[in-house]
């Protein structure tokens, strides 16, 4: 390597206190220099000067080369194979960044910083319970530093161990309330513990130091919503958008909560903004189509559906929302067909099961039907329209054991529901127990007086026993 020189004086130095732009161009005067070939002893200076303006710009691909020059004049300082470690973390070089910093390590063993930056990263390789282990070396000497606890509680984070983590940051908190980011940790903790109460006052809390952070704002919005705050939660994402507009997790989540206010046009506007800037959100696709449906515009829902599909083919629930939209239009074949290809994907799905029941129903697949009903309430044993469909076509086709079974099993789910009783009644006619019929009947008719009309209307001019039973075996 040639040896540079040139004069370190104030007017070239990149950190004089001078701002952004100044700095940038005090930059590139040395770089010129150092260019030009001049030598002198000033040389590793002016590297170290220009490595820290393009770390501290986050500029790391530029930093590297000039860090490498620096390691050639300095080859035995800790403090540059530190600094290259930490620029070929941030560039996600994380096998070279290990062997930078063990390097350094080897020059100074007992460098505090150094083992946490070891640390962050083997927690960037997911090599977490190692990070652990460098961030426990720390505490071991210094059971007070700050940047070993929270990083630990970081790494905790990521091996999903909340209480460890919450109790290391709680006790930061304790020592020092006014540690933002350590509020903002706290938040995620109790967030993913489900204590959202506990979750939303720390990042309020975060909020009061950084109330410009768009990010804490949507996570705000994110604990309001699962709360079931749908008008907070709105507001927490307007503050969110109105930071940073180019934001899709924003306007999803808005079109989200607006959805389950009932304002589904406002939502469609939401994800519609979402899909503009990421034109591959299957989620957003999905959630276009399921409003839609709700409005009823069944074709613009399947065309959304059929996006979802077309950026992610195992998307089942998308399969099962365009088989609604088909068989809402009557389309019953296609709905058969996508209700099909979602059970591929998705078997244990008691709400498939039930659609694809009644779409093979519609389309005469009684055998399919009943076979689909079954499993249905076999994966779903409280779903009580399962079962009477179920209870239904068991009776349609003529298995009135089975049927009474069905029947038998809706009423003790609910033995309010008129209809299961007026169906046993039909049901225990035809097997001859005519006390047992009449007694399911009456306690139709007092659940549901109605239900005495659709008597009359289903069987005219009954006026025997015998009457209806020849009537029912038709």
Request: proline residues 3%; glycine residues 6%.
């Given at each position: 390597?040639?040896?540079?020189?040139?004069?370190?004086?104030?007017?070239?130095?990149a950190g004089s206190g001078q701002d952004g732009?100044?700095?940038?161009?005090?930059?590139?005067?040395?770089?010129?220099?150092?260019?030009?070939?001049?030598?002198?002893?000033?040389?590793?200076?002016?590297?170290?000067?220009?490595v820290n303006y393009y770390c501290e710009v986050?500029?790391?691909?530029?930093?590297?080369?000039?860090?490498?020059?620096?390691?050639?004049?300095?080859?035995?300082?800790?403090?540059?194979?530190?600094?290259?470690?930490?620029?070929?973390?941030?560039?996600?070089?994380?096998?070279?960044?290990?062997?930078?910093?063990?390097?350094?390590?080897?020059?100074?063993?007992?460098?505090?910083?150094?083992?946490?930056?070891?640390?962050?990263?083997?927690?960037?390789?997911?090599?977490?319970?190692?990070?652990?282990?460098?961030?426990?070396?720390?505490?071991?000497?210094?059971?007070?530093?700050?940047?070993?606890?929270?990083?630990?509680?970081?790494?905790?984070?990521?091996?999903?161990q909340y209480e460890q983590a919450l109790s290391?940051?709680?006790?930061?908190?304790?020592?020092?309330?006014?540690?933002?980011?350590?509020?903002?940790?706290?938040?995620?903790?109790?967030?993913?513990?489900?204590?959202?109460?506990?979750?939303?006052?720390?990042?309020?809390?975060?909020?009061?130091?950084?109330?410009?952070?768009?990010?804490?704002?949507?996570?705000?919005?994110?604990?309001?919503?699962?709360?079931?705050?749908?008008?907070?939660?709105?507001?927490?994402?307007?503050?969110?958008?109105?930071?940073?507009?180019?934001?899709?997790?924003?306007?999803?989540?808005?079109?989200?909560?607006?959805?389950?206010?009932?304002?589904?046009?406002?939502?469609?506007?939401?994800?519609?903004?979402?899909?503009?800037?990421?034109?591959?959100?299957?989620?957003?696709?999905?959630?276009?189509?399921?409003?839609?449906?709700?409005?009823?515009?069944?074709?613009?829902?399947?065309?959304?559906?059929?996006?979802?599909?077309?950026?992610?083919?195992?998307?089942?629930?998308?399969?099962?929302?365009?088989?609604?939209?088909?068989?809402?239009?009557?389309?019953?074949?296609?709905?058969?067909?996508?209700?099909?290809?979602?059970?591929?994907?998705?078997?244990?799905?008691?709400?498939?099961?039930?659609?694809?029941?009644?779409?093979?129903?519609?389309?005469?697949?009684?055998?399919?039907?009943?076979?689909?009903?079954?499993?249905?309430?076999?994966?779903?044993?409280?779903?009580?329209?399962?079962?009477?469909?179920?209870?239904?076509?068991?009776?349609?086709?003529?298995?009135?054991?089975?049927?009474?079974?069905?029947?038998?099993?809706?009423?003790?789910?609910?033995?309010?529901?008129?209809?299961?009783?007026?169906?046993?009644?039909?049901?225990?006619?035809?097997?001859?127990?005519?006390?047992?019929?009449?007694?399911?009947?009456?306690?139709?008719?007092?659940?549901?007086?109605?239900?005495?009309?659709?008597?009359?209307?289903?069987?005219?001019?009954?006026?025997?026993?015998?009457?209806?039973?020849?009537?029912?075996?038709?």
């Amino acid at each position: 390597m040639k040896n540079f020189d040139f004069d370190n004086s104030d007017d070239d130095a990149a950190g004089s206190g001078q701002d952004g732009k100044d700095a940038e161009g005090e930059v590139r005067k040395l770089i010129e220099r150092l260019k030009q070939g001049s030598t002198g002893s000033s040389t590793a200076e002016a590297l170290e000067e220009i490595v820290n303006y393009y770390c501290e710009v986050e500029r790391y691909q530029d930093a590297l080369p000039f860090i490498n020059l620096l390691l050639e004049q300095v080859t035995y300082s800790a403090d540059a194979w530190q600094k290259k470690g930490i620029i070929l973390n941030h560039l996600q070089r994380y096998e070279e960044a290990l062997d930078c910093l063990d390097k350094a390590l080897a020059l100074n063993p007992a460098d505090q910083e150094l083992l946490i930056n070891r640390g962050i990263t083997l927690d960037n390789m997911n090599r977490c319970q190692e990070a652990v282990g460098c961030f426990d070396e720390v505490l071991s000497v210094d059971s007070t530093n700050d940047e070993a606890i929270f990083s630990k509680a970081l790494t905790l984070e990521k091996l999903e161990q909340y209480e460890q983590a919450l109790s290391l940051l709680r006790g930061m908190i304790e020592r020092n309330p006014s540690q933002k980011d350590v509020w903002y940790e706290l938040g995620y903790c109790y967030d993913s513990t489900d204590r959202l109460p506990e979750a939303l006052e720390c990042y309020e809390k975060y909020l009061d130091f950084d109330p410009f952070n768009p990010n804490a704002w949507y996570n705000r919005g994110i604990i309001l919503n699962r709360m079931g705050q749908y008008v907070r939660a709105i507001e927490s994402y307007d503050f969110t958008l109105a930071l940073k507009e180019d934001f899709p997790a924003g306007w999803y989540n808005r079109g989200n909560a607006l959805a389950n206010l009932g304002r589904l046009y406002d939502a469609v506007e939401c994800y519609r903004r979402t899909l503009k800037l990421d034109e591959r959100d299957v989620p957003a696709w999905h959630n276009l189509g399921n409003a839609y449906e709700e409005l009823g515009l069944f074709r613009e829902a399947i065309k959304c559906f059929t996006q979802a599909i077309r950026h992610d083919p195992k998307h089942y629930e998308s399969y099962f929302g365009r088989g609604s939209c088909y068989d809402s239009l009557e389309q019953f074949r296609k709905a058969y067909t996508d209700f099909n290809k979602a059970l591929v994907l998705c078997r244990d799905y008691p709400e498939l099961w039930y659609a694809r029941a009644d779409a093979a129903y519609n389309l005469g697949k009684w055998k399919e039907a009943l076979h689909s009903y079954r499993m249905a309430v076999r994966f779903d044993p409280k779903n009580i329209e399962a079962w009477f469909d179920l209870g239904e076509t068991l009776l349609e086709y003529g298995y009135f054991k089975e049927a009474l079974k069905s029947f038998n099993k809706c009423i003790d789910l609910e033995p309010r529901w008129s209809d299961p009783y007026y169906s046993r009644a039909k049901v225990l006619f035809l097997m001859r127990k005519t006390l047992d019929a009449l007694d399911s009947l009456k306690t139709s008719f007092n659940l549901d007086p109605k239900k005495k009309e659709v008597f009359e209307k289903e069987f005219p001019g009954v006026r025997s026993l015998h009457d209806l039973t020849h009537i029912l075996k038709k």
